[in-house]
């Protein structure tokens, strides 16, 4: 009775051990690749699989998610004989399980060498300057150069990152030097932009001004001709008015005679303002005449009288 209890137990610890080599639960995202009596036979998928003990052996378990591998830095010399240390991150990701197990004997170590090696061949080809400005483009060139070895593998590497780019100290030192001139460059340029812009507001200002000026005078002169025409206009008509009222005031009686005496009067007085301005004596020249005029100024004021 021992013996079959004991034999029981031993089945019953077989069969356990059975089961549990033969049911695999492989996780979400990973690949598990299967060998049968030391030959591949198939990658079992996430989920439940069902495999044969001691016959398939799981040889190899993979992840399907993106992994980050660290490139380590190395000193790469670009076109110009310039010491340059480069630090980058590969991203990749393997899609055939069967080729990640069986096509490298270690794809990470393999993608890190073609890495540098690649990175030391971009980077020979390029200055030192172009090598800060063109990151995008050592890094598109990085991947295209290792995802086509990397297929073989089993591996797809999706990106390149260039961590840090680190020249010597002398190198640094004289670039600082050389940002600085190129700052104060600038600086002297911008003042003197500015001091050009300045003298052309200047004279763009005084041009408007002497414009304005110019407008200005002009349409003061026509104003004041404007007005002169108008006053001379004013007394003409003025005159021509005072002429047509003298013109019908001799029209009426007593007209004629009024103008003889008024013309009279402004002879007489005419003579004795220059009589008062001047030393000299004037005389008219044909006495007869005054004498007449003011005979004829007399024989009208008694007529009005």
């Known amino acids: 009775m021992e013996f079959l209890g004991i034999l029981t137990t031993v089945l019953f ?8 080599k033969t049911i695999n639960v492989v996780p979400q995202q990973h690949a598990w690749v299967v060998e049968r009596l030391g030959k591949y036979h198939a990658t079992l998928a996430p989920g ?12 190899y378990k993979h992840s399907l998610k993106e992994i980050p591998l660290d490139v380590p830095p190395q000193v790469c010399i670009t076109r110009d004989n310039t010491q340059l240390q480069v630090d980058g991150i590969l991203y990749f990701q393997i899609t055939d399980a069967m080729r990640a197990s069986y096509g490298s004997s270690n794809y990470l170590s393999a993608i890190t060498q073609l890495a540098q090696t690649t990175l030391r061949s971009v980077i020979g080809k390029m200055e030192l300057d172009k090598t800060f400005e ?20 089993g591996v797809k590497v999706l990106r390149y ?11 640094l030192h004289a670039m600082q030097a050389q940002i600085t001139a190129e700052r104060g460059k600038r600086a002297l340029i911008a003042a003197s932009e500015g001091r050009q812009q300045e003298q052309i507001n200047i004279a ?10 110019s407008e200005g005078e002009k349409q003061a002169s026509i104003n004041h001709a404007e007005g002169q025409a108008k006053a001379i206009v004013a007394l003409a008509e003025a005159n021509a008015d005072a002429l047509r009222r003298i013109a019908a005031a001799i029209r009426e009686p007593g007209g004629t005679e009024a103008v003889n005496l008024k013309v009279a009067e402004q002879y007489v007085h005419a003579f004795s303002e220059l009589a008062k301005t001047n030393n000299s004596i004037i005389v008219p020249a044909n006495l007869s005449d005054m004498s007449g005029l003011i005979a004829s ?6 007529a009005q009288k």
Do not use: Y
């Open 13 to 20: 610890v077989v069969a356990l051990v059975f089961v549990f």
């Open 204 to 213: 763009t200002g005084e041009r408007q001004a002497a414009i304005a000026r």
């Open 297 to 302: 100024a007399m024989q009208i004021a008694k």
């Open 48 to 59: 439940l699989n069902i495999v044969i003990p001691f016959v398939d052996r799981i040889a």
């Open 161 to 171: 990152e260039i961590k840090d780019l680190t020249p010597p100290q002398e190198i």
């Open 134 to 153: 063109e990151r995008d483009h050592i890094n598109t060139t990085i991947v295209n150069a290792i995802d086509e070895s990397a297929a073989n593998w």
